[in-house]
């Protein structure tokens, strides 16, 4: 890898008459985010000019935004799109839940230095001011980052949860909302998937049936993907991307930022659950539903 080479390629592929997009897509795919990151301070180092600013210059539409999204830094695109998703035009829930729900404690840390230098409000504030009620408190939860990351399973208490879970909702008339937030929100993966089990035994259902028959719309919406990350990430992703483009029109903003923010991640694993859940490829599903230099470079994020 040659941070000088690529800057080069890129100018190259930008410089006079015309855009050569293929260029452009085939230097920033096969790097990685590090490398790109390099690439970016070199081209300024070298060339004297600003890579982000030739790039918005040059392309535009959905592409522009996967490309500038791939030369954003990991922890910086979670940011700028939880920014987006609060103070852009209304809400955007799923976008919200999809991060500080998938995220570590230490990737959600990371979020919050970052989101309070870049804006100068600490995130929670914002998550405050643009919410409501229950949803308002499972967010602000999540943002703290503090789930137990241990991998101990208390069996007693485990018991316990799932009785409280089922004490919660099921056995009552009403639902117990903070029970389901106190416990889905802080204990450890491996002690829940124990609840899970306890609780199915207990209720004779399973945990995401009773949050969808006692929860509804958003904080129905976030305790399920709480879950879901829980027992199986890329399957969550999968089904975010499914969802993204089935049906008409394309959720463009959710298929961009879950390609570009696992495409080093967990990418092979989402693949594999997508095709194991819906029976066709992702590969086929996004040469389906987009076009042109967006449909190639999510195609090579895709890879396979």
């Given at each position: 890898?040659?941070?000088?080479?690529?800057?080069?390629?890129?100018?190259?592929?930008?410089?006079?008459?015309?855009?050569?997009?293929?260029?452009?897509?085939?230097?920033?795919?096969?790097?990685?985010?590090?490398?790109?990151?390099?690439?970016?301070?070199?081209?300024?180092?070298?060339?004297?000019?600003?890579?982000?600013?030739?790039?918005?210059?040059?392309?535009?539409?959905?592409?522009?935004?996967?490309?500038?999204?791939?030369?954003?830094?990991?922890?910086?695109?979670?940011?700028?799109?939880?920014?987006?998703?609060?103070?852009?035009?209304g809400t955007d829930e799923g976008c919200?839940?999809?991060?500080?729900?998938?995220?570590?404690?230490?990737?959600?840390?990371?979020?919050?230095?970052?989101?309070?230098?870049?804006?100068?409000?600490?995130?929670?504030?914002?998550?405050?001011?643009?919410?409501?009620?229950?949803?308002?408190?499972?967010?602000?939860?999540?943002?703290?980052?503090?789930?137990?990351?241990?991998?101990?399973?208390?069996?007693?208490?485990?018991?316990?949860?799932?009785?409280?879970?089922?004490?919660?909702?099921?056995?009552?008339?009403?639902?117990?909302?903070?029970?389901?937030?106190?416990?889905?929100?802080?204990?450890?993966?491996?002690?829940?998937?124990?609840?899970?089990?306890?609780?199915?035994?207990?209720?004779?259902?399973?945990?995401?049936?009773?949050?969808?028959?006692?929860?509804?719309?958003?904080?129905?919406?976030?305790?399920?993907?709480?879950?879901?990350?829980?027992?199986?990430?890329?399957?969550?992703?999968?089904?975010?991307?499914?969802?993204?483009?089935?049906?008409?029109?394309?959720?463009?903003?959710?298929?961009?930022?879950?390609?570009?923010?696992?495409?080093?991640?967990?990418?092979?694993?989402?693949?594999?659950?997508?095709?194991?859940?819906?029976?066709?490829?992702?590969?086929?599903?996004?040469?389906?539903?987009?076009?042109?230099?967006?449909?190639?470079?999510?195609?090579?994020?895709?890879?396979?």
């Amino acid at each position: 890898f040659s941070a000088e080479q690529e800057a080069q390629a890129l100018r190259k592929a930008m410089k006079g008459l015309g855009t050569d997009e293929d260029a452009i897509i085939e230097t920033l795919t096969k790097l990685n985010v590090s490398q790109r990151q390099q690439v970016l301070i070199t081209y300024k180092s070298t060339i004297g000019r600003d890579l982000i600013d030739d790039l918005k210059s040059e392309l535009s539409g959905n592409f522009e935004r996967v490309i500038i999204g791939l030369m954003t830094p990991t922890t910086m695109y979670d940011v700028h799109e939880l920014r987006r998703a609060l103070k852009g035009a209304g809400t955007d829930e799923g976008c919200l839940i999809e991060i500080l729900a998938s995220r570590t404690n230490e990737e959600i840390r990371h979020i919050n230095e970052n989101y309070k230098l870049q804006y100068g409000s600490a995130l929670e504030d914002d998550i405050v001011s643009d919410t409501s009620s229950m949803f308002r408190r499972v967010l602000v939860s999540l943002a703290t980052g503090n789930r137990d990351e241990g991998t101990f399973v208390d069996e007693a208490l485990a018991q316990q949860d799932a009785q409280s879970l089922y004490e919660a909702g099921e056995k009552k008339w009403g639902t117990d909302e903070v029970q389901f937030m106190s416990i889905l929100c802080t204990r450890n993966r491996c002690h829940l998937l124990r609840v899970f089990d306890v609780y199915r035994v207990i209720a004779n259902k399973d945990i995401t049936d009773s949050i969808k028959s006692e929860m509804s719309g958003d904080l129905e919406d976030a305790l399920l993907a709480v879950v879901k990350c829980l027992r199986n990430k890329p399957a969550y992703f999968a089904e975010r991307l499914y969802k993204s483009m089935k049906g008409l029109g394309t959720d463009d903003s959710t298929l961009i930022r879950v390609m570009v923010s696992r495409a080093e991640i967990d990418m092979l694993y989402i693949r594999r659950e997508f095709l194991a859940m819906y029976g066709k490829s992702l590969h086929s599903f996004i040469k389906g539903d987009c076009s042109g230099d967006y449909r190639k470079v999510l195609l090579r994020l895709c890879g396979g």
